[in-house]
């Protein structure tokens, strides 16, 4: 009974919430573009012109708006939007896409090799992880599953990121987010925790930002 009371309001704040109705109007995929825009807009990090890795992509809203960005005033995209996810993606034009999961050594190597053509060794200026573990509902689990995520976004940018790049992840306050937070200021120049307004109150969901490499 708790349960299906839970899932009945979770569906009513659903239908309710703006931000779903603005995805709809808009023809984004999910709720989740809004996140990412909120922070764009204040943080100027997507310009026509870059090489992005949108990791944790499906349903693909974040690529859709990526894809708006990287538009030039004619209409052209210029730029390169590569998209990553367990699950499989509805294809956007523009977007390259790899099924996979980013934990497993043969999918990070097909990312690499797609990475390497579009220019090779640091050619990254922008690296997003919506990435989440599905949550087992023991805390300090589902921590540890959350860190492993983020550390090897982290790797990835570090290997591949512009000396100028940027990482944005996606992470949960709680247990092992201090930490996070400090690996970030190790590996980064600058560090920012951004909670957009799209990103429900209730929630624990928080996003790091690091920009510039401190030692490319």
Partial sequence: MAKNKSNQSWLHDHI???????AQREGYR??????LKEIDERDALIKPG????????APGS???YLRERLKLPGGALSGQIIALDLLPMEPIAGVSFIQGDFREEAVLARLEEVV????GGRC????LSDMAPNLSGVAVADAARMMHLIELAMEFSQKYLKPTGALLV???HG????????AFKRQFVTVAARKPKASRDKSAETFILGRGLRHP
Avoid: C, H
């Fill in 116 to 119: 390497g053509a579009a220019g």
């Fill in 175 to 182: 247990s092992g987010y201090s930490q996070t937070v400090e």
């Fill in 16 to 22: 309710n919430d703006p931000y779903v109705k603005m």
């Fill in 50 to 57: 870059q090489v992005i890795v949108d990791l944790g992509a």
């Fill in 30 to 35: 999910a709720r989740a573009a809004f996140k």
């Fill in 62 to 64: 974040w690529s859709q």
């Fill in 170 to 172: 996606k992470a949960f």
């Fill in 124 to 127: 990254i200026d922008l690296v």
